[in-house]
């Protein structure tokens, strides 16, 4: 690629590519991907918070409790359930710590992405756009517009 018609060829394709990609994809969002997204979000929180709770409430380890029980062998049972205690407990904690920070997260993207993204966007408008900022003028960059 070392001619100009040869780079401005290529530059045409990948433009004409990644438009025609954009497009397609923005046209199936609003009609088949959240259709779809709001089909299986339910059961996969259900799927989720399943799983999580077997972890945290130690499933896998049920059916050796179990089988001692049948067995009728109080010290293996003893051992198994002291063991299954300090899991749960360890578990739980981080559990509800990772709940916690994941409340956190959310509730701060929940609040502050606006003013973000408006910002992000003010600035790239700002430092790309000639006409955007008038010479000898700073431009005020507010969480959804640029002042002059």
Known sequence: MKLPDQRKAVRRWAVRHYST????????????????????????????????????????????????????DAA?????????????????????????VGLAAALTLYVMAPSWSGRRVSYWIADRDPLAVPAGCTPLLGATRVDF
């Open 76 to 100: 293996e049972y003893l051992k198994l359930a002291r063991q299954r205690n300090d899991r749960v407990r360890l578990r739980g904690i981080v559990t509800t710590a990772a709940c916690f």
């Open 21 to 72: 990609m954009v497009g397609y994809h923005a046209v199936r969002l609003p009609c088949i991907y959240t259709p779809k997204l709001l089909a299986y979000s339910p059961r996969g929180a259900w799927r989720w918070s399943t799983l999580v709770g077997r972890w945290v409430f130690d499933a896998e380890g049920k059916g050796l409790r179990l089988a001692a029980v049948q067995a009728e």
